[in-house]
């Protein structure tokens, strides 16, 4: 038996602007997604066998399905049936990331097991088809793949790596309240018009900053912008409460990630970091130090 290990990390959205509602019901929108070193460890076990099988443990989260659910476990199906191949493939997830929580940690386990399956098969496939698969698992599933700084547009499967500068020390928070994604959609939709272009965001002046900033010539914190806090703040006491702690423990801006609930925060050294991440997790919210990579 064969066995490769990828490590799984979470992101945090530096930017996020929805552009569209489109005719399919979906918005088009347009992120900067950042990799953070809170992460999740997938193992992929391989033993030959002529029928595609994949088994599935899970350890760190009793509630996540084990099977063809668990997007990891999809995405080892999907990377043998693409390939025309079999084996029996276990998976060992070890969860660190908090769920639903806007952090891409099912994505970023899908991307990992298909990473690792490349590995196992001797890749199959160039990166460029690898990404393709990717997308059928999820929208945020091929910026997973390779992680870093990215910009991402359409539902988010379409990638434009960005400058890789950034060392930041974040604490990432949620108040394990929990936010449902088409409902934010929808109360977005209700402030801006479906985004028929009538009610800006406020979006644009930021994103300029953000890519100054990536580019060194300013600070990060003018750039940062999340379009659904207005939209779930309002409903999570405890994501809003988070958002002037990090600020009250030193932080230097502090914003929500992806749709929500977790929030982060970003401060000048580890050392402020992580004592901020020990007051939090002492007040009763899920907290964590982690650093760029
Ligand atoms: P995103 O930031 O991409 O919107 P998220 O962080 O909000 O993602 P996930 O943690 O990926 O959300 O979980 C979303 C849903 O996916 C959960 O309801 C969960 O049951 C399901 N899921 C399937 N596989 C996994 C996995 N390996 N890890 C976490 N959730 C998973």
């Known amino acids: 038996m064969r066995a490769v290990k990828e490590v799984a990390n979470a992101k945090i959205n530096l930017f996020l602007d929805v552009i569209s509602r489109r005719e399919d019901g979906f918005h088009d929108i347009k992120t900067v997604m950042h990799s953070i070193s809170l992460s999740d460890t997938v193992t992929v076990f391989y033993t030959p066998s002529s029928e595609p099988a994949v088994r599935m443990a899970v350890k760190g989260n009793r509630f996540l399905p084990t099977d063809d659910k668990n997007l990891a476990a999809r995405a080892a199906m999907l990377y043998m049936q693409s390939a025309g191949v079999s084996a029996t493939v276990e998976i060992k997830l070890e969860k660190r990331i908090p769920?639903?929580?806007?952090?891409?940690?099912?994505?970023?386990?899908?991307?990992?097991?298909?990473r690792a399956m490349n590995r196992l098969f001797g890749r199959l496939f160039t990166d460029r088809a690898l990404s393709a698969i990717?997308?059928?698992?999820?929208?945020?599933?091929?910026?997973?793949?390779?992680?870093?700084?990215?910009?991402?547009?359409?539902r988010g499967e379409i990638m434009t790596k960005l400058p890789d500068s950034l060392k930041l020390n974040v604490v990432v928070a949620t108040a394990h309240e929990h936010v449902a994604t088409p409902q934010a959609y929808s109360a977005l939709d209700a402030m801006y018009s479906s985004f028929d272009g009538s009610i800006p965001t406020g979006a644009d002046s930021r994103y300029g900053a953000l890519i100054s900033a990536l580019n060194g010539s300013s600070q990060i914190q003018n750039g940062l912008f999340n379009v659904f806090e207005s939209a779930v703040l309002p409903t999570c006491p405890g994501a809003s409460a988070l958002k002037v702690r990090m600020l009250e423990l030193g932080a230097s801006a502090s914003m929500m990630s992806g749709s929500g609930p977790s929030v982060f925060g970003i401060f000048d050294s580890e050392e402020a970091a992580r004592s901020a991440a020990d007051k939090l997790c002492g007040e009763g919210f899920f907290a964590s130090f982690?650093?760029?990579v």
């Open 99 to 114: 769920v639903a929580a806007g952090l891409a940690g099912g994505s970023s386990d899908a991307a990992a097991t298909l």
């Open 134 to 154: 990717a997308a059928r698992l999820g929208s945020d599933v091929p910026y997973c793949l390779y992680g870093k700084t990215a910009l991402c547009e359409g």
């Open 290 to 292: 982690a650093k760029s």
